[in-house]
């Protein structure tokens, strides 16, 4: 129950950043940056009727219930959550704090800084296994009917709402657009580095008792025992494998320079691990 209540605060957290990003920066710079937000900007501009807020709803609704028809029921109750609640967030803002007029003449700063917190708060959700929904479900009918790569297709579907921005706002915007595309991307990617940062640590030691209790008994965490033999000595030793947090890495290496400071210590990023007390498979 304690882990539910902690990702469902997180992906409130992480669909508000995004609101934010929203609302403050893309906006009120007509900056219509992929996504289902880029296409409500567009549609708001189109028919100012309605607030940014609802046609995010609107355009979330007729999403899904295209995505039913083309993919069947194929879509989690936490990317349902994460779309509906980021246009709320969105229809919130608008409502407690409007925006008349953009927050500077820097539209490149203001992308900067706008594409980085939605970014975190993106990578916040899709570390929940969720996601805002949107072009995730044109991207999967394309995949589906056209054999396209879902991050391909993703790609896609945002540079052609980026693009069309320009024939609405013009090219200067447009190209703000396109850029901003490509910007969020790779925060999303460098975000969701950071909160996976999982490090391989190979241990050749003298201690290696020692080592492997301080890392089940103290750590909670498991490890491989495997044996090898030196090219020069031809001597055998046992090789320690573990898979440890940015934290309990740096509590090993200080238990490890204490017990034996001329252990050999290989550490090597992981990007992904997926299985057992990890990342689930499906």
């Known amino acids: 129950m304690r882990q539910r209540i902690f ?3 997180m992906m409130n957290l992480g669909a508000f950043l995004v609101s934010v990003n929203v609302h403050f920066f893309l906006s009120p710079n007509n900056l219509a940056t992929g996504g289902v937000s880029g296409l409500s900007i567009i549609m708001n501009d189109l028919f100012p009727g309605l607030s940014l807020g609802l046609f995010m709803i609107i355009i979330n609704i007729i999403l899904f219930i295209v995505g039913v028809i083309f993919l069947g029921f194929n879509f989690g109750a936490k990317t349902i959550y994460a779309s509906f609640a980021l246009s709320f967030y969105v229809w919130l803002l608008e409502t407690v ?8 003449d820097d539209i490149l700063i203001q992308l900067i800084i ?3 917190i939605a970014a975190i708060g993106m990578a916040i959700v899709f570390n929940q296994q969720a996601s805002t929904g949107g072009t995730d479900i044109v991207a999967l009918i394309f995949n589906k009917y056209f054999n396209i790569d879902v991050g391909r297709g993703v790609l896609l579907a945002d540079l052609s709402i980026a693009m069309s921005s320009a024939v609405l706002f013009g090219p200067q915007v447009g190209m703000y657009a396109f ?4 910007l969020n991307g790779l925060v999303i990617d460098y975000a ?3 909160f996976n940062s999982n490090k391989e640590i190979v241990i050749i030691s003298r201690y290696s008792d020692e080592i492997k209790s301080y890392i089940v008994h103290e750590l909670g965490k498991g490890a491989t025992i495997h044996t090898a033999t030196g090219a020069f000595t031809s001597d055998e030793k046992e090789v320690i494998t573990t898979i440890l947090g940015r934290k309990d890495f740096t509590k090993l290496k200080g238990f490890i320079t204490q017990v034996d400071n001329r252990a050999f210590i290989t550490v090597h990023t992981m990007n992904e691990i997926l299985g057992q007390n ?3 498979l499906a």
């Open 278 to 280: 990890f990342k689930r």
């Open 7 to 9: 990702s469902f605060l």
């Open 97 to 104: 704090a409007p925006m008349s007029a953009p927050l500077s």
């Open 114 to 116: 706008g594409q980085c």
């Open 192 to 194: 969701l580095q950071q």
């Open 179 to 182: 850029f901003g595309v490509i």
